[in-house]
């Protein structure tokens, strides 16, 4: 809240403007395509006290698409802002070529990636229970790989 003060002759008066709430929005593209990767940072100003975001959608976990989103300060003030999440065009998968699941066309790693942490069964490298063909095959395409620690 602004308080103004206006000298006319002599005389002082005094009145008060309210402070108008709005706000602004940078939106961030997803990180892989069809994913609920991107996100958005809400800015407010003019605020009388705090402001409550009201929405119950996670602003950091949203797919692409249009949103609006609305806010309210602590004197009852409403406003919302328009954004946009584009899909990035990138692939995702696990890009970790020691993983069990590694994805060799993935461009993005989205935290999928599935190592050995079960010594019970050392053969069983491609982890499905059952030492097997998999798993020879999976040594063969291995074979001659330098280990780095």
Avoid: K, W
Avoid at 85 to 92: G, Q, R, S, V, Y
Avoid at 104 to 132: K, R, T
């Amino acid at each position: 809240m602004l308080r103004h003060f206006l000298a006319v002759t002599g005389l002082l008066i005094a009145f008060t403007s309210q402070s108008q709430l709005s706000l602004s929005a940078t939106s961030y593209s997803t990180r892989c395509s069809g994913s609920a990767t991107g996100l958005v940072e809400i800015e407010s100003e003019g605020a009388v006290g705090s402001v409550t975001i009201l929405t119950n959608v996670d602003l950091s976990a949203l797919e692409a698409g249009d949103y609006v989103i609305s806010a309210e300060d602590e004197s009852g003030q409403q406003a919302s802002v328009s954004f946009t999440i584009l899909d990035h065009p990138a692939t995702c998968g696990c890009t970790y070529p020691t993983a069990f699941n590694y994805d060799n066309v993935a461009e993005v790693d989205n935290g999928s990636c599935v190592f050995s942490s079960d010594q019970s069964c050392l053969a069983d490298i491609v982890p499905d229970g059952i030492v097997g063909t998999n798993d020879l095959l999976q040594l063969l395409v291995e074979f001659g790989v330098v280990c780095s620690e």
